[in-house]
């Protein structure tokens, strides 16, 4: 078998290298950075607090198993997880207090008692959201959408004829305005947009498959915490004799006519046939690639939002509070139009509160907490983001102060910020980008980039900015359907 060249070792980097080492390729990967995980990564703050930098939420973790499968391990021998219950606390901006229990009648019940909404409506809702994703996962998700096998396949044409009768017709907030009268339980299923980046006022009804993986599926907490998952792959791709060249960055992927002939790093020059890019695509064609000719439509694809995150160190426990924790704004409408229209962030915002000291007690000081607290926010287009985030740090202290009841401030030990360039600084994503490019349209799927290059045999793509798009889940699909390009 060819050995392979990765650039870059996020979770589908690494992915990608577990399956191609697995099959029998020498794999080696080139990593910018001083570590592995990407956007994954983990830090400490000074007086003893650990944070996950970047994904909090984990679905679908047999996707993570199966690759220990597939080498032949057990996989509790080296990551384990445990199915969380409840999995997110809601806070309205009207004062409502709302628990998503993991038990789908638990949670029927909870939203009966809270909102006053049938729990039937709840049952039928959630049922339509699992057969959405029965009935489209396989195609949209799991294959390489852009070969002709699978774009004319008689199963991609039953899963489009399938889609008005699912009522998959339309945004995904109109789907959830015709579900639900209440606007608390429409704005709590429309944040489900978020998990891609999207905009629940724009992005198709599709979407609304999401709510299926965490209630119908699961939510989950690895442990250790989310930063686990890197490591406990690197592991299992070290055993398999995959090659991990920290801290040399790509500079040029090298061509002699349609063929990839190899690399060239910030140290040396190596020859491959076949390279596998895990960096965003824009920047793959911008920086490695300047003299090919590139797919400027795919590339021109609006980007998903970003994200302003407050790393704190919290000086006192909230019994209240639990990992996930939603802190809803008045207007969801106009918190999507500052986002996508305006370009900036509103003035009241919906703040994403996550805490892994909660599951994992190490990750803070006896007493205290570690809080990674979250607002969506646009990508990079050269914002003022220094004045953003005092907009939004004041707006986000402001807010949980008052849901709290006890002022925030006073209690931070300690503070980092991520912002969006500080994002796209760090892991090469386009303007900071959390998920590569939006869904906020029907065909997205169709126009992400594909999984290989038309144009260069022997490239590869892999990650949250191609097919079939990011999340983690979504990134550890985009490793295996590369693996089977490569080798099938
Ligand atoms: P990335 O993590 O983007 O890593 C790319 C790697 O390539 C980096 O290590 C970079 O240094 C390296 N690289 C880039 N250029 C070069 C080069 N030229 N040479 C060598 N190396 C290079 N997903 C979820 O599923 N659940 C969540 O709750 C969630 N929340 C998120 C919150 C935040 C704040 C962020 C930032 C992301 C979140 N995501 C979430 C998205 C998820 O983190 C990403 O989709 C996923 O981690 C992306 O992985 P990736 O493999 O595409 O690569």
Not at 453 to 478: D, E, N, R, W
Request: aromatic share 12%; proline share 6%; with cysteine.
């Amino acid at each position: 078998k060819q050995p392979v060249a990765i650039i870059g070792a996020g979770i589908a980097g690494i992915a990608t290298a577990v399956r191609l080492a697995v099959a029998g390729h020498a794999v080696t990967v080139f990593e910018a950075g001083p570590s592995f995980g990407g956007k994954m990564h983990q830090f400490s703050l000074p007086g003893g607090y650990r944070f996950d930098a970047g994904p909090s939420l984990f679905t679908l973790p047999q996707l993570v198993d199966d690759l220990f499968r597939l080498a032949q391990r057990n996989p509790a021998d080296y990551f384990r997880y445990e199915r969380l219950d409840p999995i997110t606390h809601y806070f309205f901006a009207d004062g409502t207090r709302l628990t998503a229990w993991a038990e789908e009648g638990k949670f029927a019940a909870e939203i009966e008692a809270k909102l006053g909404v049938p729990a039937a409506a709840v049952h039928k809702f959630l049922a339509r959201s699992a057969r959405a994703y029965e009935g489209t996962a396989g195609t949209f998700l799991q294959k390489s959408l852009h070969k002709a096998s699978t774009y004319f396949s008689r199963e991609t044409l039953r899963a489009l004829a399938a889609l008005p009768a699912l009522g998959l017709l339309g945004t995904m907030h109109q789907r959830h305005t015709s579900a639900f009268s209440d606007p608390r339980l429409v704005q709590l299923f429309d944040r489900y947009a978020t998990y891609n980046g999207s905009d629940p006022y724009q992005a198709p009804a599709t979407l609304s498959l999401i709510p299926h993986l965490e209630h119908g599926i699961g939510a989950f907490y690895p442990e250790g915490g989310i930063y686990s998952i890197a490591a406990s792959l690197v592991r299992l791709a070290e055993e398999f004799g995959v090659k991990f060249r920290y801290n040399e960055p790509v500079q040029e992927i090298l061509t002699a006519g349609k063929l990839v002939t190899g690399l060239r790093t910030a140290l040396d020059v190596y020859d491959f046939g076949l390279v596998v890019s895990n960096m965003d695509v824009v920047p793959t064609y911008r920086q490695l690639l300047p003299t090919q000719p590139a797919p400027e439509r795919t590339l021109a694809q609006p980007r998903s939002s970003s994200a302003l995150i407050f790393y704190w160190g919290i000086a006192r426990e909230f019994p209240e509070l639990d990992l996930h924790n939603i802190f809803f704004s008045a207007d969801y409408r106009r918190e999507f139009e500052a986002i996508f229209q305006e370009k900036t962030v509103a003035d009241d915002v919906t703040v994403y509160v996550n805490i892994t000291s909660k599951k994992t007690p190490a990750d803070a000081p006896p007493g205290h907490e570690n809080w990674f607290v979250m607002v969506n926010v646009p990508h990079d287009q050269g914002q003022d983001w220094d004045a953003l985030t005092r907009h939004t740090r004041a707006i986000v202290l402001r807010k949980l102060s008052q849901a709290l009841g006890q002022e925030i401030e006073p209690l931070i030990r300690a503070e980092r910020v991520w912002t969006p360039p500080g994002i796209a600084a760090d892991t090469s994503s386009f303007g900071g980008a959390l998920y590569g490019s939006s869904s906020n349209n029907a065909l997205a799927a169709f126009l992400r980039h594909p999984n290989f290059s038309g144009a260069l045999q022997g490239l590869y793509f892999c990650g949250g900015s191609v097919h079939p798009g990011g999340g983690i889940p979504l990134c550890l699909l985009s490793a295996r359907i590369v693996a089977d390009l490569i080798d099938n």
